[in-house]
């Protein structure tokens, strides 16, 4: 059975860091897609950041030039390194393994297998 | 970005009654070529991470009790819990993931009457 377990997440003052980890077991996770999904206090999800398989990154407006996704091939971790970090970025973060899809050339993903969160609040 | 939209945002049903929850989607998430609805649906009960329930907008993936049913094509989609049970309590979402960046409904939160 394919689980993920995330770690690293806090309470951090607006302005800090925090490095967000996520460790697989059943699978490896550059032989995947591996996303970030976030969901604050009492709302919906928002998509964060995914890596693919072939280690190309993207990120949603909202934290882009602030995170940074990132994996470790010989630990098999996936990372999530957040910095600037702002109240609105409170929220519980979820890692997530893409089922992907190849549409004109373009790989697209849903995600089917999640871990329990790691919850990160930032405040003063 | 595709904006999806759920109704309703809460939702009371009996047990044994039919819970029917709709996603729209702000432009079609059809692809004409291999005619495919790059539509999920989750559930998230409390305290828990999102569970994949269905994918391509019908498929429902292993271990889902045959009472989710999911329809719809184009920009309008439906989640159906035939036979409402007590353990189906949750907020479900549906995902697009025809574009980029994937984005998720807002949410209906499914309770007993």
């Known amino acids: 059975e394919v689980q993920l377990v995330e770690s690293g997440g806090g309470l951090v003052q607006p302005g800090g860091s925090l490095e967000l980890s996520c460790v697989p077991s059943?699978?490896?996770?550059?032989?995947?897609?591996m996303s970030w999904v976030r969901q604050a206090p009492g709302r919906g999800l928002e998509w964060v950041s995914v890596i693919s398989s072939g280690g190309t990154t993207y990120y949603a407006d909202s934290v882009k030039g602030r995170f940074t996704i990132s994996r470790d091939k010989p630990e098999n971790t996936l990372y999530l390194q957040m910095n600037s970090l702002r109240a609105e970025d409170t929220a519980v973060y979820y890692c997530a393994r893409g089922q992907t899809v190849i549409r004109d050339l373009y790989y697209f993903y849903y995600l089917d297998v999640w871990g329990k969160g790691t919850t990160v609040t930032v405040s003063s | 970005d595709i904006v999806m939209t759920q109704s309703p945002d809460s939702l009371a049903v009996s047990l044994g009654e039919r819970a029917t929850i709709s996603c729209k989607s702000s432009q079609s998430v059809l692809y004409n070529s291999n005619n495919k609805n790059y539509l999920a649906w989750y559930q998230q009960k409390p305290g828990q991470p999102p569970r994949l329930l269905i994918n391509w907008a019908s498929t429902r993936e292993s271990g889902v009790p045959d009472r989710f049913s999911g329809s719809g094509s184009g920009t309008d989609f439906t989640l159906t819990i035939s036979s409402l049970q007590a353990e189906d309590v949750a907020v479900y979402f549906c995902?697009?993931?025809?574009?980029?960046?994937?984005?998720f409904g807002q949410g209906t939160k499914l309770e007993i009457k």
């Open positions: 995902h697009q993931y025809y574009d980029t960046p994937p984005t």
């Open positions: 059943g699978l490896t996770v550059t032989s995947n897609y």
